[in-house]
């Protein structure tokens, strides 16, 4: 599957350059990401034990961890090589998103009947694949020249 990726979508040097790049920025933003998990867990189970409302505890930690989370990928993860401003944007877009997505899933999931810890943790599992790929390929792509 790996030759037929790369012999029919890119070439062999584009592959390889791309098998190289997701390697490195995908180490980094498991570590970022599974901090960032850990923050929103934490806190998400704190204010959930506190007030016992899904969408206010999710938006409450997920605002938290994202803040870490933007700036540990921005500098570290994928050392974008966009401005502040413009990475911010879209960013801030994805974010929005994601926290719509996220906070009504675990929020579906709770009130289903499945306890706050797997609710978080499934929701994350359905959310992180594709933020990947987002962050990596949208939000902080580096300019071609980098590439």
């Keep these: 599957m790996v030759h037929l990726l790369s012999s029919t979508l890119l070439t062999r ?3 390889d350059l791309l098998k190289k790049v997701l390697k490195l920025s995908a180490a980094r933003w498991f570590v ?6 850990v923050i929103d867990t934490s806190l998400f189970l704190l204010a959930f034990s ?3 409302i899904a ?3 999710n938006l409450f930690s997920g605002t938290i961890a994202t803040t870490f989370n933007y700036f540990s990928h ?3 993860s994928f050392a974008s090589d966009r401005s502040h401003k413009q990475s911010t944007m879209i960013y801030l877009f994805f974010f929005f998103v994601f926290l719509f997505i996220g906070t009504t ?5 709770i009130h289903s009947g499945l306890h706050p810890v797997p609710a978080k943790v499934g929701t994350a599992a359905i959310t992180a694949p594709i933020s990947f790929f ?3 390929f949208v939000t902080f792509r580096r300019s071609a020249n980098e590439a």
């Excluded at 970022?32 to 998990?37: C, K, L, Q």
């Excluded at 899933?105 to 999931?109: I, P």
Aim: without cysteine; aromatic residues 24%.
């Design 13 to 15: 040097s584009e592959f």
């Design 32 to 37: 970022v990401g599974s901090a960032t998990f």
């Design 50 to 52: 506190l007030t016992e």
């Design 55 to 57: 969408v206010i505890s």
């Design 74 to 76: 921005y500098k570290w």
């Design 105 to 109: 899933l675990v929020s579906f999931f």
């Design 134 to 136: 987002i962050m990596k």
